[in-house]
């Protein structure tokens, strides 16, 4: 069995070979160095304006639509049209909601979560300013998981949209999507799915999924801070237009990208599968452009590093564990959350930072879930976020300098 050569891996991302070992990657992982060539390359040599007759201006289009098309395959969409790309997933969301409102009628209802990153449910929540009905799908309180026979309950015939996070940004727990989403489909409604605690650890098969709509950012992905939404083409091409009114609503992705898109983030992102590329090559991997071994390959490391913080954190009596307390590669993504008893949990990162490690306290724009949990008075959750180039050392390590502080 291949394994991670993680210093052939992190020899790919220029900060890594700094001082500070990086557990805040849920909020935005390391950059890998073929992005940053990508995005320098562009503004270098292409940086013009897309659409005139001059070489550069057709040159610089290419090099957009090759980002579009490689993302499409990234993501195993049908089409690259079916690919719209935007400054943020926030942004995205924003976007999809304005768009669908003018599908929907006052009655109409929409499902969100309760432990959902903002993003995912208050563009839906503001509908309810124009007579959209929005309910509440809550997490069981024991098991802090997302349950169908919940769902059951809330959906009725005037349901048009379920939306739901892939995986918890702060739990770490991984939804069963495509039993969602079948069960979604047959009452009749569509489903529009947060990936962005996801996409950084497993790879995305929208296809597979059959989802309508999938989201997620790729500066959490080792890319630049851009984002993308997947959108079915038999849908897209029925949304109506946010754009100027002059563009059409046959348009495609366009009629969803006011301004249209960033040119060189959006040729940056072709850095990212530059640098799948590459590991897939650095093991031996053919074709190095099919990536479900390398991610296999992440999500078993990643499990490893998992096991052992929270084999650390289940043996200590005074700490509670916020999601799933083993570290299953198929129910949990290295993002593990927890609280120490009788601290605040700002009281712990800022204790950790003096040994050049990164963690975080705080909401995590999961703002309903941890208000839900009661969480607001001891300053929220610490999270510990890991991604595959971290080590084990620095897992250790860190174990090594919460022993002193929690005990």
């Known amino acids: 069995m291949k394994h991670l050569d ?18 805040d990657n ?47 395959k990234l993501i195993n969409a049908n089409e690259p049209t079916e690919v719209v790309l935007g400054s943020s997933t926030t942004q995205l969301l924003q976007n999809l909601s304005r768009s669908l409102l003018q599908t929907f009628k006052r009655g109409d209802e929409v499902i969100v979560t309760n432990c959902d990153h903002e993003a995912n449910i208050g563009p839906w929540v503001d509908l309810q300013k124009v007579g959209i ?13 997302l349950q169908l026979e919940d769902l059951e309950k809330l959906m009725t015939e005037k349901t048009k949209l ?18 969602f989403t079948s069960f979604i489909h047959d009452q009749g409604a ?19 999924w059959n989802v309508d709509f999938y989201v997620f950012s790729f500066y959490k992905v080792y890319g630049p801070h851009y984002s993308l939404l997947f959108s079915k083409k038999n849908i897209l ?18 009629k969803l990208q006011p301004g249209n898109v960033n040119y060189e983030l959006s040729y940056g ?30 999500a078993i490391h990643e499990e490893k590093l998992a096991s052992l913080l929270l084999d650390f954190l289940n043996g200590k009596k005074e700490v509670k564990i916020y999601g799933h307390t083993s570290s299953d590669q198929n129910k949990r993504v290295p993002t593990i959350s927890f609280t120490v008893k009788d601290k ?24 309903r879930l941890i208000d839900d949990l009661g969480l607001f008075q001891k300053d929220g959750i610490i999270r510990v976020s890991m991604v595959h180039y971290n080590t084990t050392e620095e897992v250790k390590n860190l174990i090594d300098k919460l022993e002193h502080i929690i005990s």
């Not at 009905?133 to 998981?145: A, D």
């Not at 379920?162 to 039993?179: D, K, Q, R």
């Not at 992102?269 to 991610?295: C, R, S, T």
Request: aromatic share 12%; glycine share 8%; charged share 15%.
């Open 6 to 23: 993680l210093d052939f891996i992190r020899n790919q991302f220029p900060a890594l070979s700094g001082e500070w070992t990086f557990f």
């Open 26 to 72: 849920a909020g935005g992982s390391q950059t890998a160095k073929q992005v940053g060539a990508r995005i320098q390359d562009y503004l270098y040599n292409t940086n013009v304006q897309l659409g005139a007759s001059y070489t550069p201006s057709q040159q610089a289009g290419e090099r957009v639509l090759e980002a579009q098309v490689t993302m499409s």
């Open 133 to 145: 009905v929005v309910n509440i799908w809550k997490v069981n309180p024991e098991t802090l998981e």
């Open 162 to 179: 379920v939306a739901f996070t892939h995986a918890s940004n702060v739990l770490g727990t991984i939804n069963p999507i495509e039993e």
């Open 190 to 208: 569509m489903v529009c799915v947060d990936g962005v605690a996801y996409a950084p650890h497993r790879l995305i098969d929208v296809q597979k």
């Open 237 to 254: 091409e029925q949304l109506p237009g946010i754009n100027h009114f002059f563009i059409g609503n046959n348009e495609g992705p366009y």
């Open 269 to 298: 992102l072709l850095g990212v599968v530059d640098y799948f590329m590459a590991v897939n090559e650095q093991l031996q991997i053919n074709p190095i452009n099919n990536f479900n071994e390398m991610f296999n390959l992440f």
């Open 344 to 367: 605040k949990s700002s009281e712990i990162p800022i204790q950790i930072d003096k040994y050049n490690i990164g963690i975080r306290y705080g909401d995590f724009y999961a703002h």
